[in-house]
């Protein structure tokens, strides 16, 4: 069965220091893996995503996650938090439906304060 | 831009009526999906569709419907059987083969008053 666990549900970091969220996955078969962000009541932007290729994956805004089949992990990491990190964060696995659809299964979502 | 649009992006309904979101995309793509989401939670899959006219039901498809008459628009029903519709609504579609690149619009947030 295909699941994920934020294991944090809130994360303060200041501005200028590392952001880490961490994402534990449970996958029967090679998963395919993302990040989203959620600003406040708008639609969820793609950071990453892990499709079998390069376990170090970069994405938009700094943001990067690295994939850990040992721990099933795919943590997400920023050296630098910017005020405008502030914000909702999803790991997402994907569940084939058929050849060509997939439900997005979420992880309960990260709150990311950035203090000034 | 290809994107996704729904609308409208607020919108109150009155318990008993029958509401209906919109939805359309140009970007192509065969695969379309509703989500719900509560606050603090995450999303949950109310239906989807693989190509045009046929649709499935996802986790908590009771109390909605839906159509897929062409493959840029997958408009949802909210019914008045819904118990409780107050929420946040996202539609979104996706590329072949399944897994691999998801589009979400802004989202529709229904409050029933």
């Known amino acids: 069965a295909q699941s994920v666990t934020q294991l944090d549900s809130h994360v303060s970091v200041s501005e200028g220091t590392p952001v880490l969220l961490r994402c534990n996955y449970s996958s029967s078969y090679s998963p395919s893996l993302f990040w989203y962000v959620q600003h406040p009541n708008k639609g969820l932007q793609l950071l990453l995503k892990?499709?079998?290729?390069?376990?170090l994956v970069k994405g938009i805004n700094g943001f990067e996650a690295e994939f850990k089949k040992s721990e099933t992990s795919f943590h997400l990491t920023k050296p630098s938090a910017h005020m405008s990190d502030a914000a909702e964060y999803f790991c997402v696995v994907t569940l084939i439906l058929t050849s060509n659809t997939g439900k997005l299964i979420f992880g309960q979502g990260t709150t990311l304060q950035v203090k000034p | 831009d290809g994107g996704i649009t729904q609308s409208p992006k607020y919108l109150f309904r009155k318990e008993g009526q029958n509401v209906t979101l919109s939805c359309e995309q140009n970007?192509?793509?065969?695969?379309m999906y509703w989500y719900r989401q509560d606050p603090g939670q995450g999303l949950r899959l109310i239906y989807y569709?693989?190509?045009?006219?046929?649709?499935q039901k996802g986790d908590i498809a009771e109390g909605y419907s839906v159509s897929r008459e062409k493959k840029e628009s997958f408009p949802l029903t909210v019914t008045s059987a819904q118990k409780n519709p107050t929420a946040f609504y996202l539609c979104a579609s996706s590329i072949r083969p399944a897994g691999y690149g998801y589009t979400f619009g802004s989202g529709t947030r229904l409050t029933v008053v």
């Open positions: 892990y499709t079998s290729a390069a376990t």
């Open positions: 569709s693989q190509i045009v006219n046929d649709f």
């Open positions: 970007l192509n793509h065969d695969a």
